[in-house]
């Protein structure tokens, strides 16, 4: 975060918008969470939209994607295992504007290699069209 903006792989703690929620008309998440930088997009004007995928101690369900974080890649982030990160789920937000941030410090970062997986992952349900971020404001 030298440039005052997050790096690809940060954790931070959020309040996460659960798709479910956003479609019911709620505008706020329900608890701060740990959530996942892993697509940044930055205008000409400076404003970074970042993508956030949250991470849950509850195992997900057969229909959900997800990844199992590994116990070494819970250490650097300071999570607790069992741990997974939700792939079809996501936020979109605008980092210099949101407020939706507990604290803008990273409580850690992944490994580039599992960060890598987390990313592939995503795209792959981006361009498919599987997963259509909840915009928050």
């Known amino acids: 975060m030298a440039d005052g903006r997050p790096r690809l792989g940060e954790v931070?703690?959020?309040?996460?918008?659960?798709?479910r929620e956003f479609e019911r008309g709620e505008d706020s998440g329900?608890?701060?969470?740990?959530?996942?930088?892993?697509?940044?997009?930055?205008?000409?004007?400076?404003?970074t939209r970042v993508l956030l995928f949250p991470i849950t101690s509850q195992p997900?369900?057969?229909?959900?994607?997800?990844?199992?974080?590994?116990?070494?890649?819970?250490?650097?982030?300071?999570?607790?295992?069992?741990?997974w990160i939700i792939i079809d789920d996501c936020n979109i937000d605008l980092w210099e504007a949101s407020f939706h941030f507990a604290d803008r410090r990273p409580v850690g970062r992944f490994s580039y290699a599992y960060f890598d997986r987390i990313r592939a992952a995503a795209l792959q349900h981006l361009r498919g069209g599987a997963l259509k971020p909840s915009p928050r404001q």
Do not use: N
């Open 60 to 83: 997900p369900g057969p229909a959900r994607v997800a990844l199992s974080v590994p116990e070494t890649e819970a250490r650097r982030t300071g999570l607790r295992t069992p741990a």
């Open 12 to 19: 931070f703690r959020y309040d996460y918008l659960w798709r």
């Open 30 to 47: 329900r608890k701060a969470r740990p959530v996942c930088v892993t697509i940044m997009l930055s205008d000409r004007d400076g404003v």
